[in-house]
């Protein structure tokens, strides 16, 4: 048992320890792009996990069940976002495994880019 909470304790420190590593290298890589982004933080470089559940090109809305968005402080669920260019839908289809970034924008919840997971 003693092991096991050393174990559990270490890897929490790990976990720590990568994060803020992950943090501090996208805050440099953004630096120049943070400039030009109101809402811009550190995390905002970050992509995350998403499959395609509906595209709507109707209303120019897309479903995604998606992993963790860090800079959205969001939590994986499956809802349904806006896109910032309508064009963005001709590249994807239901069942797309993606990456994406998402980002607030006048109170909704905007797509700004969506590349094919490797
Ligand atoms: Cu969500």
Redesign the pocket.
Known sequence: MKNLKTLLILTAMLASASSTFAASHAGASMATDNAKKESATAAAADMADGEIRKVDMATKKITIK?GE?KNLD?PG?T?VFQVKDPAMLDKVKAGDKIRFKAEKSNGA?VVTEIEPAK
């Open positions: 998606h968005i969001m669920m809802m919840i």
